[in-house]
């Protein structure tokens, strides 16, 4: 596992989750290892390693500082769009105050860990795309939640995105109408990194369109 063994030291997120019982439990099963010594190299100075197929459930994510972990047997036809979604998580890594203030300017604030019901964070799926900074709210109030569904039986692809209210404690599966309004109903909502990477990842031709994105 030694190509990964620079972006654990840089993220630690493998002591995370092992520091985290039901994140640690819904990885009990699955292999996180590449399946060879091989580092392809990619566009915008970026690399991949093939992963065994059960590593983090077979989704494709990022590590530091450059590197796109694909599962190996990943569909052909979803390879392209899949690996521009990836290089917007590794351009979020290297601009990550560019990308805060992007974020802002669309309505989107950090929220503190200490600020939300620890029962609800110790039911959040760690994600190596979003562990430095986790939460976010909408609109000053709104906080997208990726809650395991059975914290009994935590599996990582059975998550449902509930969004919790900071001003009356109450949490529900709706989005809030204004993030509806400006998002649609988006296939991945937990997190401001991952509704801009879905949304870059459409139009992806080369890594000079997620600059022109972000000076939209
Ligand atoms: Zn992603």
Redesign the pocket.
Known sequence: MYQLREAESLDRFFQRVSENPVNRKARENLSYLPVNNYTEKWMGNTEIVTMNPTAEAGMP?TRPPNIICMPQYFPESKRDETLA??YV?IHQRRNIDRWNRFFQKEGWSQVDVSELPERMVSRCRMNP?TIDQPFWRWKDRYVPLPLYEREDKPKLRDVVIQWYDMETGARQPEAPRSFLELYGSAP?PEHP??LL?VEIAKIFKSPLDVDDYLRR
């Open positions: 994510h979604h990836e998580h795309d991945q990194r991952e990477a």
